[in-house]
DNA sequence: ACGAAGCCCTGCAAGC
DNA sequence: TGCTTGCAGGGCTTCG
């Protein structure tokens, strides 16, 4: 499933393709995904420009002069640039076509992604307005952390995973971060001292931007903008590991459901 | 106001 | 083999 790495991969792959781009026309095969695709997307970017590609959270925003797209890739979304005349695939749902024979196709099996339209400043869509400060900011630190923290009795791991305290920390990195930071996801978030915040702070930005790096990880649905499959796991420590030897102390790789969650931590590492 | 649970959806894997 | 069941999961909505 897309997470933050994945989305930024994605944007950063179509950014090249679709700058100064006219778009031609939109197709919507199937307009039922979380929301339904509204009229005004293909009415309105219709023989507009695209002149930025920007992302909030795992929102990516392509920003024309009457208004702004909003795309969502859910679970099992991937965004990709094609011929705008390769014929469409099961779960390809809609097109953004451009003045260059390309297009913009988001495929989406589960179909938990999203497009929409804002016509007004799109950081008060309601969608955005609420969000938490990005992770990799500056505005996401140990105190803003930390003094939200106190007296919260919420699992660290749901609490690090809500997107309007901090955006973009989904439940593959939350494993991952709280592994590295050695604390344990169960543990209350009230309960844990400042200066383990540091390090889990620390360890949040580490991981998205390690996996930005290589290129964003992936599962099977994921594909990244210019078309090729993402690589993805092998630097994985404790999701999807269970049972396994932990990489640090050969302990058992623990799984439990939090919050409805696949969970995974080291039962010796983490405390 | 907060925390927990429910729900949306399809594909795949496991179990019978 | 072919069914059924369970699970995966982001994040908004609803319930308690």
Redesign the pocket.
Known sequence: ?P?LPEVETTRAGIEPHVIGQRVSRVIVRNA?L?YPVPDALARQMSGQSIEAVSRR??YLLLKTAPGTAMI?L???GSLRMVDADLAPE??DHVDIVLASGKCLRLHD????GSVLWEAGDVTQHK?LASLGPEPLSDEFDLDYLFRDSRK????VK?FV?D??RV?GV???YANEALFMAGIRPTVPAGKISRKRYQVLVRCIKQVLIAAIEQGGTTLKDFVDGSGKPGYFQQKLKV?GRAGEPCEACGAAIKHI?L????TYYCPSCQS
């Open positions: 499933m997470e039922q979380r959270g795992k969502h859910g679970m099992s099961k779960h099996p589960r179909r938990f969608l919260k009795t919420q699992a749901l995973m997107s309007h955006v989904g439940n593959i999701y459901k919050g409805q969650r696949a």
